[in-house]
């Protein structure tokens, strides 16, 4: 089975503080893309981020950076400089075929 | 559109009655998604559609559940004798052949009280 695994439930950082959220996927595929998409409280899902599995070169946007370990299956987002608007459900995400399977989230709250 | 538009917004009905909701996606986007959030819950896959067929079926719960999409455009979910379990936010998406990605809409939140 395709799955993905956010083992971060809740996060909370203080504003201007780096964070790191995990995730973890499991696809026998050899090609696909990887997504971080960010809820706010409006439920309005947002791309944050995307990254093809065969580019071995971390995807970056802005503050917002990745670490792709595709040996590892790993796909973690790193949010620098954090900011209160960032605070939101963020979900990890990949498409092997035809359709995005996601985590479960992890809720981050960036505090004043 | 600009963007991708789903109504209504909120829906509330009772137990047992029909739901339809609607799903207008950005123009020219072949493929278009529906996917159901539950209370503190990831996204559930529902059905995809690419142009006006149904690839894949798989993620609908029940024959309750029922899909479908006109003209390459406009998709509406239906869900039969509603029941409470049924509650949820029911997000669409839709991409294109551009770039990798969906654009969501902002969801129907649905009660079934």
């Known amino acids: 089975a395709q799955t993905v695994t956010q083992s971060q439930p809740e996060m909370s950082v203080q504003e201007a503080e780096t964070v790191t959220l995990s995730c973890t996927y499991d696809?026998?595929?050899?090609?696909?893309?990887l997504f971080w998409y960010k809820q706010p409280p409006s439920r309005q899902m947002i791309l944050v981020i995307r990254q093809e599995a065969y580019k071995q070169q971390n995807a970056t946007e802005n503050r917002f950076s990745v670490n792709f370990q595709k040996a590892a299956k790993s796909f973690s987002l790193k949010i620098s400089d954090s900011q209160l608007g960032d605070t939101a459900m963020y979900f990890c995400?990949?498409?092997?075929?035809?359709?995005?399977?996601f985590g479960k989230g992890t809720r981050l709250h960036i505090l004043p | 559109g600009a963007g991708v538009s789903q109504s209504p917004s909120n829906k509330v009905t009772e137990k047992g009655k029909d739901v339809e909701l609607r799903c207008d996606p950005i123009?020219?986007?072949?493929?278009l998604y529906w996917y159901r959030q539950s209370l503190g819950q990831g996204l559930e896959f529902l059905i995809y559609f690419q142009g006006n067929s149904a690839p894949d079926k798989s993620g609908l719960p029940s024959d309750r559940f029922s899909a479908e999409r006109t003209g390459g455009s406009v998709s509406t979910l239906t869900i039969q004798r509603t029941q409470q379990e049924d509650s949820a936010v029911y997000l669409c998406?839709?991409?294109?052949?551009?770039?990798?990605?969906?654009?969501f809409g902002s969801g129907t939140r649905l009660t079934v009280v």
């Open positions: 998406a839709s991409s294109g052949t551009d770039v990798a990605g969906y654009t």
């Open positions: 123009s020219g986007h072949t493929a």
């Open positions: 696809t026998s595929e050899n090609n696909y893309y």
């Open positions: 995400a990949f498409e092997p075929s035809d359709k995005i399977i």
